[in-house]
């Protein structure tokens, strides 16, 4: 047998610890363990992009990360951005623009747009057309997406310029 | 749609029902099912294209601790399915969970791990060793299709099927022609790259003696069907359930081996067992497209009209029959589109699909058409150039003309009425055609490689039982059903036996069904993609899905509406035409008596002795309903693309791309245009990136995504996306299918808008994906031709 380790990780402000093989992914770790599917796993090698999670408010692909490199670190999951009824502003963009058919590329998508509204940048529709270039999508051919980023974007650095308390992601 | 209950919600942006749980990770893919003592499957697969398999060493495999078992072909007595079809000498093969004796391609799998964990079976599945036999591995199709080796023994050749059409007088269209051109063409092979890849999950309950396959599936339906079959049980002990479903693109619209091992694995070991791809099995195993070359040649008068075509179409299918769509599928359906949207009388064909020691080739995204619109898209160009015409001039004299349908074609297909020459003339005032040329001159004068290319292009959709999805295909693809009720809480469900992927039918469909009852959208649940919730059907596939479950929703929903009224009427001692429903609410005209559907529900189901006894037996809130188009209808399109070649490195980017089409009666705008962006840019991917790659030996070079090159938006431009808008005359509720269109007209566009790019050096594409290196060849090979 493999001999597990101790770990803590913070998952959506609540905190876990588990003893883990050190050779369980995180992709696995979120999914299996804590029952958090919405990070989906696209190609367990970096490319695609679906399992973008925020790690201490960073994104990184889930996929590509062991979960005992995450131990002792802060994690947010597209289960911890909003929910049903109360959806950030980035997932009410997505909604209104019609930003998602499958779905299925959509948490990792809200992950990396999550950080362009972070970073707080103002950005072309060209700028985040390259910003979001490594998540890869096969349902909307980007459009749509690129729509409900840039508003969201405007909203936040509005929201920044009157000093307002928007939600960000 | 009753007089006053006009629609409201058909043709509005409505948001999206399945969105919440989308965005918030609460969705349920087949891999997000977690069920209690489930078991998990590695599997070993092939690593040789053709070769006879001699032993499988599962010893060392099967002492590792948490390995429950190791299963070969062996193990399972269930007889192979086969794809069968009407269509004449055609040959079938068979499909099996696992390898039997022999393996004809890379990735095909010979045996099968169960473990407590995937990391289990996968640790057990490298230590198992497969002693093969090589054989000659059958690459190239050409070399197949004359090869004394065969791939499947008890076959005549290698060619799985092969047809000749003719229809008019092709000998002396030719023989009168001012003008022939001709080219060989190539489009290299793609695959579907849903990014949720294939999952199975497979929970056979002992004490029911029943199967429940959770899959990413299309085509539930058909699953259902196929698996009764192999595992000998009645259809109502196998239900198939898709659940959200991450993408298919006709990538998961076939029966898998996969999907019948985890069945029979479930069944076997009386627990949960779940399989799931990852990317390299995807690039692998999944269905595969395209793969074919075309000689075809066009007759032209002097003034340009189309007088006749010509084409021999090799299609390389790969090493299998596909369940349930057979091998005649793409190669056919090149040939069946390849006249066009055009005036063309004298056509003749000649298809040949060859078994090869590659991927099994299945339904993609447009089936036959793109690699049609593709090689008659750029005859026509070559043509216009010779007679000095202009491209669009030379498709505005060629199209089917409004008064000229219903028109059948040279291939036998007959367009309904469409909007051929609106939807050129859309695209070409929505561009700003003039300008795009004047601003082509411009970029030409600064010494850019910059071009234009049209494209236009007719595809049938939401085919009826007269046809067959598929050509030869027994199973009947024409019919869907709905099924509309409200319940004694007066809830509404609406259920159907489509299978939404993606398309958003949990709102389109809910849309349809509100107007018919008056009642607000979200207040509609639709169920889809649960085999067990319909008699019959098949799935999502085919631009079939608004078309023919539309359909049958407004029939449903007009039954229950009549079936409200009825009661209703004699709960308010009304005329059941004075009635009205509006936002849920029943009320009599001139009068202020009103009811809600919860009380007609409640009133129906739980109020006993309310309604008189006769009325009573027929009296249920609930109808199913089936349509069937019959033929189905034609969904047409014009797409204009500007493209720039950078000199240096011959990389082609998209500048402008503009698509104006005739879907017909849009159900939801919103939706319809992210079909048709999401249809462009895999149509972008075929014509500039995506392409499988083989070796001599069939070892899949393109086995990562890094190699396997999908679109990002960084490479992907803004989509411009016009429509006619306009009610089909021959389906119910006038809805076109639209699904596919996006990635039918963009190679042709683009290969057309490179060519152009490329004029100064009188370089046709012929091949696509237009990769650097291939242009980088064909500029190198134009400028030595020179000197």
Redesign the interface.
Known sequence: ?IRKRPITITVNGSTYARDI?P??LLTDFL??DL???????????G??G?CTVLLDGVSARACLCLSVQADGRDIT???G?????A?SLL?EK???H?A????????GM?ATAHEILMDAAPLT?TE???A???????????????HAVSEALKERLGSIATGSALNAG | MQDDARPKLIGSRVQRLEDPRLLTGAGGFVDDILLAHTLHVALVRSDHAHARILSVDVDAAGALPGVIGIYTADDFSASPLHATSRMKGYQSTGITALAEGKVRFVGEAIAAVVAESRYIAEDAAGLITVGYAPLPDLVDSCIAAASDVLLHEHHESNILVSRKFARGDVTEAFASAAVRVKDSFRFHRKTPLAIENRSYFADFNKGKQALTLYSSTQVPGVIRDALAEVLAMPGHSVRVVAPDVGGGFGGKASLYPEEILVSLLSRTLGQPVKWTSDRLEDLLTTSQAFDETIDAELAVDKDGHLLGLKAEILGDVGAYSIYPWTAALEPMQVAGFLPGPYQLANYQAEVVAVATNKTPAGPYRGVGRPAAAFVLERLIDMAAQRLGLDPVDMRRRNLVQPDQFPYRTGSGIVWDQSGFTECLELACKGMNYPALLAERSAARQAGRWFGVGVASYAELTGIGSRMSAAPGMPINTGTETATVEIDASGAIRATFGVASHGQGLETTLAQIVADELGVPVDGVQVIHGDSAAVTHSTGTYASRSAVLAGGAAHLSGQAVRAKVLEAAAFMLEADADDLNIEDGIISERGTNKTLSLAEVGRAVYSEMGRFPLEMRAELDLRATKFYDPEFGTTTSATHIAAVEVDPETFIVTVKRFLVAEDCGRLINPMIVDGQVHGGIVQGIGAALYEEVVHDQNGQALSASLVDYVAPSAAETPKLEVLHLDTAALGTLGGYRGMGEGGTIGAPAAIANAITDALSHLNINISELPATPERIYRLVTQAIEGDT
């Open positions: 047998m093989e050779r369980r999914r299996e029952g958090l599917t919405g990070t989906h796993v696209g190609c367990e090698h490319v695609c679906a999951t597209v289960e951005m909003g929910e049903i009824g959806l997932q997505f909604r209104k019609h998602l058919q499958c779905g299925f590329c959509t948490p809200l529709d985040i057309r390259e979001l270039s490594g998540n890869l999508c096969r349902c909307t051919g980007y459009e749509h997406i690129v």
